[in-house]
């Protein structure tokens, strides 16, 4: 390990950064998520905890797959349901992380199919949520750039094998993931959630094949267990020594994360605008205003008709 680590071993939520193994074409991300970040989006929503689970798992794939990024823009990871499928228990759940170091997320319920499936006893598995859904991952890259998607079928339970098989049909990179996600059991009933991937990239000058160097890594990293990383007393830096110790580590200068929706009242009544009157009109409630909810941080906007110059 080398100085970049230090504040690793100190700061254990709500971080992430990137380290490679010298010399080799092996890299990896960590990410723990907690009070302001994983803690605060779920807990805007009233979800059972089957679902804040399956939320805190996206968001941090999402920081996963894009605190790396070199440019400014939004990784946007979102598992959706089945097409022309409307009976599903779930439309989608979308995590979403700016290169700024912000997230936001949400789960979308078919509320009767969701309300009848949650009274079923049927387990909260991918396919049973989905359908014969995907994983749609997209790469924001900003105004005036071309977006990048790919997709995966929803063919396996666990979130993160469908990143797995993502990165290998999709770039052609070998990838390990772990993600996982809690609500505490203590009087704080905090969430938090954590996402762990080792890659072996192509290699170069610089970093020579690795075939052997690849084996070892991923047989200590699926030595792991999601209590092991979920516990908050064991700093995240701490996790990545007692896996890697005997090897040549350089970890890059972490990120600090943080919840912020990108909604704003300006954008909201702009986009109000632009809508036909009769449309507008409609939506003023009884006590004269317009009532508009985001539905990521469930914060409700109450605007005046005359803004709308209706």
């Known amino acids: 390990m080398d100085d970049a680590s230090h504040d ?3 700061n254990s939520d709500d971080i992430a950064f990137s380290f490679v193994f010298e010399g080799a074409a092996v890299r990896g991300e960590l990410v723990r998520l907690g009070p302001a970040t994983a803690d605060d989006i779920i807990t805007r929503h009233d979800l059972p905890d089957e679902l804040g689970r399956l939320l805190g798992e996206m968001l941090a794939l999402s920081a996963l797959c894009g605190a790396s990024l070199k440019f400014n823009g939004r990784m946007i990871v979102e598992l959706r349901s089945e097409y022309q499928n409307e009976e599903t228990p779930l439309e989608f759940i979308v ?5 700024d170091g912000t997230l936001r997320g949400m789960v979308k319920r078919r509320p009767v199919f969701y309300d ?3 009274n079923s006893g049927l387990a909260h598995t991918l396919p049973n949520l989905f359908g014969m859904g995907i994983l749609l991952i997209t790469i924001d890259q900003g105004t005036n750039m071309e977006r990048y998607q790919g997709q995966v079928a929803i063919e396996a339970d666990k979130i993160s094998d469908l990143a797995e098989t993502y990165f290998m049909q999709s770039e052609q990179i070998p990838s390990k993931i772990i993600l996982a996600a809690r609500k505490s059991d203590d009087k704080h009933a905090e969430w938090s959630s954590y996402g762990f991937m080792i890659q072996r990239v192509a290699a170069d000058s610089a970093r020579g094949v690795t075939e052997d ?6 047989i200590k990293f699926e030595t792991l267990s999601p209590d092991e990383l979920l516990d908050r007393e064991i700093p995240p830096g701490e996790i990545l020594h007692r896996l890697y110790h ?4 350089m970890v890059f200068k972490p990120k600090y994360l943080l919840a912020r929706c990108t909604c704003n009242r300006e954008k909201l009544v702009l986009l109000m605008s632009q809508m036909p009157k009769e449309d507008t009109e409609f939506l003023i409630e009884n006590d004269g205003q317009i009532h508009a909810r985001c539905e990521f941080c469930n914060t409700t906007y109450h605007i005046d008709p005359s803004e709308l110059k209706l």
Do not use: M
Request: hydrophobic share 55%; charged share 30%; aromatic share 20%.
């Open 8 to 10: 690793i071993f100190i």
């Open 95 to 99: 995590a979403e992380f700016n290169t």
């Open 116 to 118: 009848e499936f949650a």
């Open 213 to 218: 160097l690849w084996d070892e890594a991923v």
């Open 246 to 249: 005997e090897n040549e580590i």
